[in-house]
């Protein structure tokens, strides 16, 4: 990992400066760059709690009628020396909507996370206070529905949820904390352009059309991922990356 992430973040966001769906989200990036550049120096963390994302397109979503307000992304990825993989890489996506339902008015939010085990036998003796293993299998790296965002929007006033004062018998999406899925480590610049890719196929492809935007998340490919799949010639990496599922 370079000692200029910082700066790699600021030619990606000058790559989404050339077009207007990805404006907002340049300027978040700029707009943090000072603490970026300064944590990253001290410490080789970075950490953002809230970078605008262009909103998903209009197609598949759920409840029918809700009309997409906002998206944004906050993380945390931290470097530490002698490894092959960032120590944490964590991104937390909320979408927030609305749906006006005639004598209703509902406030809608949608949780997606790309989490880091921080629980495994490596890690967890690193943590203040010590932490304990989780009881489902957590692969290393994994994308998983909710997160610490969702808890907290769900926490007061939440439909359904009890007690509750609408009455008779209705129909609503519920959601587990599985299946925990094995995903590639991602830095911030792979991060922000999963995202783009998964909320706006369009203008991800248009972005991977202007040769600064494409060079710098092909550079950020080379950088991470190239160690990462080295690392996997070993077994114990793999079971760790996969999870105590993974027998090989």
């Not at 970078?51 to 998206?71: E, F, K, M, V, Y």
């Not at 957590?138 to 907290?152: D, M, N």
């Not at 922000?192 to 998964?198: A, G, K, R, Y």
Request: charged residues 20%; negative net charge.
């Amino acid at each position: 990992m370079p000692p200029a992430l910082p700066e790699e973040l600021e030619r990606l966001a000058a790559a989404l400066q050339q077009d207007s769906a990805t404006a907002e989200t340049a300027a978040s990036i700029f707009t943090n760059s000072g603490r970026f550049r300064s944590d990253w120096a001290s410490r080789h963390q970075l950490r953002a709690d809230s970078l605008s994302l262009p909103i998903p397109r209009n197609q598949g979503l759920h409840p029918t009628g809700c009309d997409l307000q906002s998206a944004n992304l906050a993380f945390q990825f931290e470097w530490r020396e002698g490894h092959s993989v960032p120590w944490r890489a964590e991104y937390q996506v909320r979408v927030e909507g609305v749906l006006d339902a005639d004598n209703a008015l509902f406030e809608l939010q949608d949780h997606w996370r790309l989490d880091t085990d921080m629980y495994g036998p490596d890690r967890r003796q690193h943590e203040d206070p010590p932490a304990t293993a989780s009881r489902e299998p957590h692969p290393l790296f994994h994308f998983q529905r909710g997160g610490h965002a969702q808890t907290a929007f769900a926490a007061a006033e939440f439909l359904p949820g009890a007690p509750c004062t609408i009455q008779g018998v209705w129909r609503g999406l519920m959601q587990s904390p599985g299946p925990r899925i094995p995903v590639l480590p991602l830095d911030p610049i792979l991060a922000i352009d999963f995202c783009l890719s998964q909320n706006d196929g369009v203008i991800w492809r248009r972005l991977h059309n202007i040769p600064e935007y494409y060079t710098v998340v092909e550079d950020a490919q080379e950088r991470l991922w190239r160690p990462f799949f080295n690392s996997l010639q070993d077994a114990a990496f793999r079971r760790a990356w996969f999870g105590p599922s993974l027998l090989i």
